[in-house]
């Protein structure tokens, strides 16, 4: 090993054990990468055709998930990947699967299950209403209501998915006679979606999952796609 690769090492190995951020860091550039990522994957889904959209998220899925277990035992590849994307990661990633794992694995999960509305909607709560819940309760949140959720957090993506949900029944025009309940209903969701932890389910997936799951229930039970099936 030559004195430039050692030092190359060495560095890596530092900047691995420097610090990263916890979950109870406010960390804004994770928060504007996930919004970013997550509605890039959102305008993929609604302009491409289905399927072309879900062999695209398999590919993603494919090509991220089995490279992130093998990082986690190559260590020269793990000090690799945190060096570059230390300023998104968060301090349980270094010995943990990423959340982008948990991301792709819960949005693809729910693409090939339920209709193309209900996926859509899921994304919009995934990609706003996490981020923004966790914002506030970090800067605001000073009611604790379920372990380090906050009633400010909770609140935030309440109002949110309410927004969301009311947006986008509007412009698809969909059941226009029961809007603001089944918005207000939705926003319900996609607050308790963020608030209540599944087991130790990490959100980014378990979020999509039962946002997509209740949603699904919500919008037959009002009838919403009374013809449409689950695939």
Not at 12 to 21: E, R, T, Y
Request: neutral net charge; proline residues 3%; charged residues 15%.
């Amino acid at each position: 090993m030559d004195i430039t690769e050692s030092i190359t090492r060495v560095d890596l190995k530092s900047d691995k054990d420097s610090h990263l951020k916890k979950r109870s860091d406010l960390h804004l550039a994770r928060k504007f990468w996930h919004m970013g990522g997550v509605s890039l994957i959102v305008a993929l889904y609604a302009f491409l055709p289905e399927k072309t959209a879900l062999v695209g998220l398999t590919i993603a899925w494919l090509l991220f998930v089995p490279m992130d277990f093998v990082r986690l035992r190559v260590s020269a590849m793990n000090d690799i990947l945190v060096h570059f994307f230390k300023p998104i990661m968060r301090e349980y990633e270094l010995k943990g699967l990423a959340g982008t794992s948990y991301l792709l694995t819960g949005v693809t999960l729910v693409a090939y299950i339920f209709p193309r509305e209900i996926v859509l909607l899921t994304l919009l709560f995934l990609a706003f209403a996490d981020p923004i819940a966790s914002f506030f309760g970090i800067k605001f949140g000073k009611d604790k209501i379920l372990g380090n959720k906050s009633l400010q957090g909770t609140l935030a993506a309440f109002v949110v998915c309410t927004l969301l949900t009311l947006s986008f029944l509007y412009y698809k025009g969909m059941l226009s006679d029961r809007l603001v309940i089944v918005s207000l209903l939705g926003g319900l969701i996609g607050a308790v979606a963020e608030l209540v932890p599944i087991w130790d389910l990490d959100d980014n997936l378990s979020l999509p999952v039962v946002s997509a799951t209740a949603l699904y229930f919500l919008f037959s039970i009002f009838g919403a796609f009374s013809s449409y099936q689950v695939l």
